[in-house]
Each structure stands twice: as structure tokens, then as C-alpha cells.
């Protein structure tokens, strides 16, 4: 996704993987899939395993199994998609 979609084809947007469909990759769980967010799959939509996909991720993260570089990436695309509608653009509402 990384190289083809975003580099090649130049998209400019972020990934959202599938519902679970993560977990169907050769090697991963829908609690963990460190393969798919290397590919370039920049948030995952699981709606029962979240939190532990979250623990994995930040494991992974630490342990060097995920590069500090994609997670920042992951970020910047994400963020760049949400400037680019304006999500920071108003004041927050008041409660």
C-alpha cells in the first residue's frame, strides 16, 4: 500500500483497513497485525479487539517490530487528511 498506493499512484489520503480484515492476514489476529500496518494501513477498524490491538501496536512499537518512522507517517497522513477538511479549523464546542 505504501509503495504502489501512496508512492506510485500517488494518493494522498489515509488507509482504513477493513472491518477485522486484518485478521485474516497469514500470521496475525484481529488483536494484532503488525504486517498490515508496515503495508501502510493506517487505522484499523476493530470494533470487538481494540484495545488489545492497541496494547500489541504499542509493543510493537517499542520492541522495534513497528518503526517509529510508520507510525509517524501513519499520523501525518491521517492528520494531513483532517486539516485538509477543516477538522481544526472551527473552536471546539462548548459543553
Same mark, same amino acid.
Given at each position: ?5 501512496? #508512492?506510485?499512484?500517488?494518493?494522498? #489520503? ?10 485474516q492476514i497469514p ?10 500496518? /508496515?503495508? #501502510?494501513?493506517?487505522?484499523?477498524n476493530a470494533p ?13 512499537? /517499542?520492541? #522495534? ?16 487528511a483532517k486539516i ?12
Amino acid at each position: 500500500m505504501t509503495e504502489v498506493l501512496k #508512492g506510485q499512484m500517488g494518493f494522498d #489520503g489515509f488507509v482504513i483497513g477493513d472491518w477485522n480484515a486484518h485478521g485474516q492476514i497469514p500470521g496475525c489476529t484481529k488483536a494484532d497485525c503488525a504486517q498490515a500496518f /508496515n503495508a #501502510g494501513v493506517d487505522i484499523f477498524n476493530a470494533p470487538q479487539d481494540w484495545k488489545a490491538l492497541y496494547a500489541n501496536l504499542v509493543r510493537e512499537v /517499542n520492541d #522495534g517490530t513497528i518503526p517509529k518512522a510508520r507510525l509517524d507517517d501513519a499520523v501525518r497522513w491521517i492528520l494531513r487528511a483532517k486539516i485538509r477538511i477543516g477538522v481544526f479549523d472551527e473552536s471546539a464546542p462548548l459543553n
